[in-house]
């Protein structure tokens, strides 16, 4: 069925049609409209669901996570000061190895106060142990979600999935998204019974303590499983491909990358964006690509690395800021390629923009290849090949908007 | 009412690594008794956690769920919901918290869980201070008590603040029964315990339960303590039910010295000039 959905919409979708049983949730913009839209489906009846109304984001995850022990399905979103306020249960769960899955809607964190789009509310939690998935489109959105169910409970993954989606752009945008079946997704997706619940007759632990000799097997498995997860994704984006007819590449998303001089890396709806700059670019001869990274953890090293190992110059734009440094992405990607040890890696200039919902327009990203390419034709005369130069193409202040890290 | 004779004799607490004379685990173990084996523990960072559950170990023999200090009602919220959807209504949900995990860090948590109705007996076992991290207070410290936050020097006097009233606060919501109870009383305590198994929707008992290190005296003390506490009015033992607060009349009442003078936590206050 085709139905007219933004972001947020697509994902209440997604939960009902997963069959999420319970689902525990605390208001926060842009999220908000994900969890009303599921109040709406238990309350006329179209999911058979318990809905917590928690007094707090951390008590959602604490319910959600008393839920899921009990061998139940579940579901919880959130957004920027709301997950800030989550951090400690999210360490929690993943360590548990629940296999939640939570949509982020993705939003700038105060202050100054914001409701807009960046990704540093869920870049901070890079190292909370729980896989993070970035979409692009609502439809992604919705069956990301369906993914995500089966990621986190494949029993060699065990551990929580965030669906991340840029605030208003995807959650309040929207498009056509083509609804799966029921039946289809009751295919994809078994309900979840887990091997350990609660159950009286069999009396366990979850969350136990673990001294000095133990702590650090718990710790090594969960990382384990983490890096199994990367073939997993993988794996999930196949089978569903095969059922549902879209893909989504899985880890990353690479357009255009073959042969490219100069590649963009980025994450989120900004790629919808990029794409139109790299097809308007390639229509006047210039060798871009965009390649979109869809799994930000695990970070999928060797994808990364044999996409980008032949290019020139690799930009990378971050959403999000480690102050004093610059874009995380930007740093990991630099390290991903540093260990690849080809030579002639590329040079990678990060770029962060788009903070707090400011505009990333295509003559933004026009500007940042623009300036990778002179940069690819000083390296061809054998001049020094650095990126540089101030980044704002936008007319505004120079530098604000977007930066050169 | 509870006859303790009949008590089953086995224990679903076993192989904890608590001190020698703690109320906290006494009280535990006596309220699973009456609980009985279909029964899911929550519980939380605590000295309740560190002596029972830390793997391999599972002092145990009914499932627990360790959550985040702030979460344990939080996290009850979800198990009850979840064994609902499981169709295991009939298993009970026991949050045990200490009285930092209750009164100070737990309250948002257990105020969101109560205000909700959600079907649950809530303990806590109340040793005055936060144990587990080295006696600091709570805001369940009575006045004058020393501990190493409040500690006693040139300008210190020890607890300077009135214990919080949580009965009072529980009550506020409408809790449809909750009680205050002593380890040294185990048959009123284990009769609130039934009640509050029995009740529809959240109970909250709140159990005084002395800890030797703590209070600065010697293991075998603790029932006598957890006695003296009542006798000299010191803690009441009250319920909440059908909107109405009792409280228990202490005949005769003893005097506080003979409660304070065997702990060496109020030792400044009786100490000669
Ligand atoms: C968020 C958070 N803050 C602090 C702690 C440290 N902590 C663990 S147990 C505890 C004290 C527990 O006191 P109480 O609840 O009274 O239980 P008791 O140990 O006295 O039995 C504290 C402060 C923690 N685990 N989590
Ligand atoms: S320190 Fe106190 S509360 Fe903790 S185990 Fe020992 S006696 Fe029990
Ligand atoms: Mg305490």
Redesign the pocket.
Known sequence: MRAYLNGNEAVATAVRLARAEVVAAYPITPQSTIVEKIAEYIADGSMAADYIRVESEHAALAACYGAAVTGTRVFTATSSQGLAYMF?MLHYVSGCRVPLVMAVTNRGLAAPWTIWADHQDAIACRDTGWIQLYVETAQEALDTCLQAYKIAAHPEVLTPVMVCLDGYVLSHTEEIVDVPDQEAVDVFLPPYRPEYAVDPARPIVFGIGAGPELYPAFKHYQHQAMLRAREIIEDVDREFAALFGRSYGGLVDPYYCDGAEVVLVLMGATAGTAREVVDDLRRRGEQVGLLRLRSFRPFPVAALRSVLAGTKVVAVLDRDCSFGYEGVLATEIKAALQGANVPGTPEVAGFTGGLGGSDIRPEDLAGIFRRCLEAVRRRDRGESPAVSGGCSENGKAEGINLWLS | MVKLKELPGNELVQGSYACAGCG?ILAVRMALKVLGPETVIVT???????VTTFYPQLAFKVPCVNV???STAAAISGVVAGLRRRGKSGVKVVGL??????VD?GLQALSGAIERGDNFIFIC?D?E?????GV?R?G?TPPGARTTTTPVGRAGRGEDRPKKDMLAIVAAHNIPYAATASIGYPQDYLTKVQKAMETEGPAYVQVLAP?PP?WGYSSHLTVKLARLAVQTGQWPLAEYEGGRLTVKEVANPRPLNEYLALQARFAHLLASK
Do not use: V
């Not at chain 2, 918290?97 to 209750?102: L, Y």
């Not at chain 2, 201070?129 to 991290?133: D, I, K, L, P, V």
């Open positions: 400690e | 906290g939380t960072p605590s000295c309740l956690l560190g985040t200090f702030p918290a200490g009285d930092g995990g209750t860090i076992y040793n201070a936060y144990m587990n991290t600091q709570s369940s800890c703590g």
